[in-house]
């Protein structure tokens, strides 16, 4: 294995590998103009939640580096190859870009990004002061596998039905070993946005997904 490989890290639920978004995201995943080393994908078949099936997935990994990857979201072609490029560039352990927006019949969102605030997109990375990034992360693989990935723990215990949290407690918990974070203002991949998910609750119909 050389120096620099990417594991692509996917979870999903089975309803997605029944109605082709899994297809659609590892398509995406093996049209990279920087091929991934592997793909690592975990089937959350025992109603886990997002939390538990990513941390399976990553389990897998034994590339340099892990680039989560929802299974309903894809990247575009240049993801990995234009944020390995900047995390050598910036010298950083943990990389995250922006996304284009698509709603449930794949319209662009526009100008009028529902979740985040366009300061997320446009501003540096301030670990004093730290954003909420998304899971679609490009992290060093020793890293993300030493934080792991669980649900955030909210007063009284994990927040039930809402977000699980993961993603900001793997963005605090990399502060917090000292980890360089550094944003890419680029778009390099596509959230699709279609109301289909459960934000990692373990109650899961054919309807609902595992991760947004």
Known sequence: MGRNTISV???AHPARCRN????RAMRSAQA???LPYEL????DSDGDGAAAT???ALRQASG???AFLDSDDIFMPHHLEHLLQHAQDANADYVYSWYTLLDQNNNLWGDKDPIFPPT???EPFNPDDPIETTITILVRRELAQQ???RPAEYPGGTNPGVNSGEDRRFTHEAIRLGAKISHLVERTWVWHHHGQNTSGKATKGDGGMVAS
Do not use: K
Not at 20 to 23: C, Y
Not at 40 to 43: L, S
């Open 64 to 66: 340099d580096w892990v």
């Open 120 to 122: 997320h997109f446009t």
């Open 54 to 56: 990513r941390d399976r």
């Open 20 to 23: 082709g978004m899994l297809d």
């Open 40 to 43: 690592c994908v975990a089937i």
């Open 9 to 11: 890290v996917t979870p």
């Open 32 to 34: 990279q103009t920087l």
């Open 147 to 149: 934080i792991g990935m």
